[in-house]
């Protein structure tokens, strides 16, 4: 059974950091593009950050970049997102998922084929 399961959410108050973990079942995470997302309250759910180990690309998006950090690690089938200076404008649900394409170039935030449950970031004072 295919299964994506997030972890590492919490409270945390502004500049604080957390790391996010997304751990796999059923898949090998090395072999697929992972994709980070969040939805926060009322608004529509939104890319964050993209990593593909079959031609390296790694992306952000611009709300995140410098703050936010995507990594994998294959021993353990788990990729991470190391969130750092949170402000309240990153709470959110976070997401991970994965696009099941093989051989797929680059990221396709779009195309993304199993979800996670999902982790609340609450960021606040």
């Known amino acids: 059974q295919l299964q994506l399961v997030e972890s590492g959410g919490g409270l945390v108050q502004p500049g604080g950091s957390l790391r996010l973990s997304c751990v796999a079942s059923?898949?090998?995470?090395?072999?697929?593009?992972i994709g980070w997302f969040r939805q926060a309250p009322g608004k529509e759910r939104e890319g964050v950050s993209c990593?593909?180990?079959?031609?390296?690309?790694?992306d952000y998006a611009d709300f995140v970049k410098g703050r936010f950090t995507i990594s994998r690690d294959a021993a353990k089938n788990t990729v991470f997102l190391q969130m750092s200076n949170l402000n309240p404008e990153d709470t959110a649900v976070y997401y991970c998922?994965?696009?099941?394409?093989?051989?797929?170039?680059?990221?396709?935030?779009?195309?993304?084929?199993?979800w996670g449950q999902g982790t609340l970031v609450t960021v606040s004072p």
């Open positions: 059923g898949i090998a995470l090395d072999s697929f593009a």
């Open positions: 990593i593909n180990e079959y031609d390296g690309t790694i």
């Open positions: 998922a994965a696009d099941l394409l093989p051989l797929r170039r680059g990221c396709d935030y779009g195309g993304m084929d199993i």
